[in-house]
């Protein structure tokens, strides 16, 4: 590829079987103010995934013969993208609405601090019908994303954009921790640069509860125990109160979660806004 055509940023999105969802997305990427190309992993779906022609922006569509899982897709875009001269790397995924100026924002804070080297933003979770259910909220600043990390993961993954360079550094993600590969990534990539998130809703993330299977949930939180015991530091209280907390998690169901949450932020005088329509 000319480098002179490879604009600054890459976009990456995973599919599979989401046409429509993917369609909210496309959507949403065209009221970006900044260039980018979007990389698209079709992980095998039927029928195959198709994108619209003359779009503002480059699509590179890769289709995958057979379902693999988000995280062989997801390495899949990353070696595709290493292999270019992006300088910046988004995360979005499929059915996830990327609010106006997301990219712009992030971009202008890392060109500002060259030492991030993985920022998020805050996140509106939405329902079905695009009514808001809660807003999360995320820590801000290395120190208390770190904090953070002695429980769970301190970023939303399709919020955050990466330095391409740190990220290729740090390696691909890992299949070892299904569904927390992403934690997983934040923790290595902490190891060799700075992660933050900005304090403003810049993306919004569909939530459907009856897709989301108790057994996959205790997946995700027992990798997640995994990756905390692997990061276990016996001097640090934060350490065993993050076990603690999700031994609890283990134990409650998603939709109780999500009402524990919801009743917090109402306790605390926080509305989740209702979105504006693109």
């Known amino acids: 590829m000319d480098d002179s055509n490879v604009p600054r940023l890459a976009v990456l999105t995973p599919v599979f079987n989401d046409a429509t969802g993917l369609v909210r997305t496309l959507e949403s990427l065209k009221l970006q103010q900044v260039l980018f190309d979007w990389v698209i992993v079709d992980d095998g779906s039927q029928p195959a995934i198709t994108v619209p022609d003359n779009l503002p922006f480059k699509v590179k569509l890769i289709r995958l013969d057979l379902n693999r899982g988000i995280t062989s897709a997801l390495n899949t875009g990353l070696s595709h993208i290493f292999q270019q001269n992006y300088d910046r790397i988004a995360r979005l995924d499929a059915g996830d609405v990327a609010l106006p100026g997301r990219f712009a924002k992030q971009m202008d804070a890392m060109d500002s601090n060259p030492q991030l080297g993985a920022l998020g933003t805050w996140v509106r979770l939405v329902d079905e019908q695009d009514q808001p259910i809660l807003v999360r909220e995320l820590p801000v600043g290395n120190r208390a994303i770190r904090r953070r990390h002695q429980r769970t993961s301190g970023m939303v993954h399709s919020s955050v954009m990466l330095d391409a360079s740190v990220a290729q550094t740090a390696g691909l993600y890992n299949d070892t921790y299904r569904y927390a590969e992403d934690f997983d990534l934040w923790l290595r990539i902490g190891r060799l640069a700075e992660l933050d998130n900005l304090p403003e809703i810049l993306l919004e993330v569909e939530v459907r509860p009856d897709s989301i299977s108790t057994g996959r949930r205790k997946t995700q939180v027992a990798s997640r125990m995994r990756l905390l015991r692997r990061e276990f530091s016996f001097k640090s209280l934060g350490s065993y109160t993050g076990l603690i907390a999700n031994v609890g998690l283990y134990l409650v169901s998603f939709?109780?979660?999500?009402?524990?949450?919801?009743?917090?932020?109402?306790?605390?005088?926080?509305?989740?806004q209702r979105r504006k329509v693109l």
């Open 255 to 272: 939709s109780f979660s999500m009402r524990a949450k919801r009743l917090l932020q109402r306790s605390l005088g926080k509305s989740p």
